[in-house]
């Protein structure tokens, strides 16, 4: 039994109607209680979806339980082949049906439906969404596709010279992050390395779109926490290769062209492909300020290690924190973390996530949703850069993370809530102007920065047994002189210099020589 | 029915009423933790469920402001359905848990969900076993909002139901009045400053603002209902003494108007001096409806089964607000808290009890209403077919409750019109 107050992830049946609402031409049979319906809204109104999702839920009651449930089993099968006519039909449990053991996929597998059956096994009390939608995608590919598997151990015959090369993208999903855009931006990539895209799944493409999987000639694994599976079985399979790079960021889009010319067999000049304001906006003056901003990184996995490369090689920042919620990607994340090295942080419990970014004081926070909360309470700009997202994160415009044009996007959701360059040197220069009111945020923020002096108070927002420690009054006046936006920072490590050193009063010179201690 | 008192007439709905079974697409009852916990200040709900639980709570309640939450889900693994024992002692962790972190919770809800249920996890023998471990510190007990059980709102008729047996005693001889059903603070003010005016004393609204707001109760104890979804406390509450005042809902002037007139009644409150208190908010209310009336008049709106607030939400809009009702469907109905607004439907409205998705929606589809009222997983779904939806929860979770918040009721249902009006651009495609 674990405690929990937010969750990052819902449940893997979640992950499977994810898979559901993503393609064309496929129904998801849930046999769930009365309530699991509440994942509709989870499409209709986060992702603004025009239909529910392709899902017909049994809705059993406690009146059902012992006697009719396997009835309402059958019932909602016959109902949905016969009312939506799928290409397939995908049966899974619910974690209350999963108790009840009605085995509705045995029950579909026997009813002679007019229709193929996938039958799904959720393990709704050992895993969660992200493993639920690849393992979803994983039984639907294999189950579409292990009758045209060729015999193990054959080779597979070489691309023909006039034929073009293509690739499949794998693994984009309603409800991912941005995925709507980062397939279309890497689809005109592709495009103009001369490569066509054969299939993009789950989102958009039905079963039979699935069926044509191994006529490309490799695999992007576009989003690893859906499609890692179904990729390496594709690669055992049908021997198709895997391209494992993710293209967000300008280093990592242009890694992605490379690994796909290299792949692929292709003569490709990288800087012919396309081109991102990211470098030169980086480069630009004004960006001075973003040198080493220190910024703590939390998302998913895939998300979570392309971040804190483009974080810390393409906008200055310093990588001061970084994890995933994610424990199937613990590792990658674990290796990433080495890098800059820390400590990765693999937690799905969110109060740690808050502990962590209070102890570190970053200067900003690229997270999720979560991370969002966590960083407005402590009043630390933030950018949400993975799922879990909402409504906010899934925005009219065009606005993908991948690709050069993701480079764009990342540079301005990333800068925006920070203060201005030229913003910051002015307060440097004005702080003590009556008009200069260093009370205020980010200009062009309203009163988003709200939080930001008050961390100052308590920083470690944990109640110190500490009650002997004063600021002098010329202390606390000098401090005030610092900005705001480090003056947290400045009172926290003076107040732990003067622990350390044993002292009960802060003068102005523990201030600056806990400044001198801290300084690197 | 005895213990309903100030109607004349025992009334029931004459139209056609039909009762449905299929699929569901409504809350179950845990999600009526998010309006309860804002409710109650000093309460915490530990749903002792499934990743499921955790994940429904968080995305009904939309968004995730609060710093640490009134709620909480403690989540079963695989390891806790091996073994029944294990389950206990686990739970008895959770909780000393919970409790060292939490210092202002004076009460705490163990709620069963779906999965307790079905491993028949008894939380509240669990609930009895921790209150004496955490006795003179916090108040602890358990009620079910499992969707097997309950539908979304049923879910705080179980939660006061679990509770009135705490009750204390009401003193023979004594009278007090028990407003059943969440309200907002702010509806609860304006209750108590007119019911003051009236005279009517010792007023208890149930739930209160802390946990230990208990209200006695007893032979003297009259009830009215604030809510529609109190059915089984109700009756609990008449168990133990208290009397019903049957009433029509404080939706709207004339709702209100008639739910105070019948407690005034009750307590022979002088007819002349209950008009002349109504008359002003009375008044009041009119004019704030007036300019919503002229947009919903003649107007056509079909409920969808959500909240069980359907039936006196039709009442007010075609008594009201001039609208159509082409059909009500409701969840769960119970005849007992809804005699009050039966007698006021138009005759030949169609009251569906239950749900059975598909054909519920082809209904909608077929008669195209202008408004149709359901729940926030259809709503955009049918918006994209160029219907015209109001999503109910904000029903449940807005002061709509009084004479001063019948204009905000009334134009929760305008507003999508008015938009309809206002928006020159193409629909979703």
Sequence with gaps: MELTLWTYEGPPHVGAIRVAASMRDVHLMLHSPQGDTYADLLFTMIERDGKRPPVTYTTFQARDLGSSTAEMVLHSLREAAERFKPQVLMVADSCTAELIQDQPGALALGANLPVPVISLEMAAYTRKENWGAAETFYQLVRGLLSRQAPPPGSERPSRAADVRPSVNLLGPTKLGFRCRDDVVEIERLLTSMGVDVNVVAPLGASPRDLQLIPKADANVNLCPEVSDLTCSWLARTFGMPTITTIPMGWGATRDFITEVASVLGLNIDVDAVGESRLPWYSRSIDSTYLTGKRVFVFADGSHAVAAARVARDEMGFEVVGLGTYSRERARDVRAAAKEYGLEALITDNYLEVEARVQELQPEMVLGTQMERHIAKRLGIPCAVISTPAHVQDYPARYSPQMGFEGANVLFDTWVHPLIMGLEEHLLHMFRDDFEFNDSVGPSHLGSEGEGARSTGQSAGGQPDGDKTLVWAFDAEKELKKIPFFVRGKARRNTERFAEEQGLSTIEVDTLYDAKAHFSN | ?429
Excluded at chain 2, 53 to 66: E, K, P, T
Excluded at chain 2, 72 to 90: F, N, P, Q, V
Excluded at chain 2, 225 to 245: W, Y
């Design chain 2, 1 to 429: 029915m005895s213990s309903v008192i100030a109607s004349s007439v025992e009334e029931h709905h004459p139209g056609p009423q039909t009762q449905e079974r299929g699929q569901r697409a409504v809350f179950c009852g845990l999600t009526s933790i998010i309006w309860l916990h804002r409710r109650i200040q000093d309460a915490f709900f530990l749903v002792v469920g499934s990743r499921t639980c955790a994940h429904l709570i968080q995305s009904a309640a939309g968004v995730m402001i609060f710093a640490e939450p009134r709620f909480a889900t403690a989540i079963l693994s695989e390891r806790d359905l091996a073994g029944m024992a294990d389950c206990h002692e686990e739970l008895d962790r959770v909780v000393g848990e919970l409790i060292s972190r939490r210092g202002g919770i004076n009460r705490l809800f163990l709620v069963g969900s779906c999965p307790s249920e079905v491993i028949k996890l008894d939380l509240e023998t669990a609930a009895a076993k921790l209150q004496v471990k955490h006795e003179n510190r916090v108040r602890i007990s358990a009620f079910s909002g499992s969707g097997i059980e309950t539908t979304f709102t049923q879910g705080e008729d179980q939660c006061l139901k679990s509770t009135v047996a705490e009750l204390p005693s009401l003193a023979s001889g004594e009278q007090n009045l028990i407003v059943l059903g969440t309200v907002s603070d702010i509806v609860e003010d304006q209750f108590r400053r007119l019911f003051d005016d009236l005279g009517i004393g010792n007023v208890s609204f149930y739930p209160g603002r802390k946990a230990g707001d208990l209200p006695a109760v007893g032979k003297g104890t009259r009830v009215i209902a604030a809510q529609p979804f109190v059915g089984e406390t109700a009756r609990a509450l008449i168990d133990r003494g208290a009397d019903l005042i049957s009433a029509p809902f404080p939706l709207g002037a004339e709702g209100s108007k008639s739910w105070f007139e019948a407690v005034a009644s009750v307590y022979d409150v002088p007819q002349e001096r209950v008009q002349q208190i109504l008359e002003l908010p009375y008044q009041r209310a009119k004019r704030a409806l007036a300019p919503h009336r002229a947009k919903l008049e003649g107007k056509r709106v079909h409920f969808l089964p959500d909240s069980q607030l359907e039936i006196p939400m039709a009442r007010f809009l075609s008594e009201e607000c001039g609208l159509e009702v082409s059909e009500i469907g409701t969840p769960f109905h119970d005849q007992l808290v809804m005699q009050g607004e039966l007698a006021r439907l138009a005759k030949d409205v169609s009251i569906v009890e239950g749900q059975d998705l598909d054909p519920a929606l082809a209904r909608v589809r077929e008669s195209r209403p202008d408004l149709t009222v359901c729940g926030m997983g259809i709503a955009n779904a049918l918006e994209s077919e160029g219907l015209r939806t109001k999503w109910s929860i904000e029903l449940v979770f807005s002061p709509v409750q009084g004479f001063d918040q019948a204009g905000d009721l009334a134009a929760l249902f305008a507003k999508p019109l008015v938009r309809q009006d206002i928006l020159e651009v193409g629909s979703w495609s």
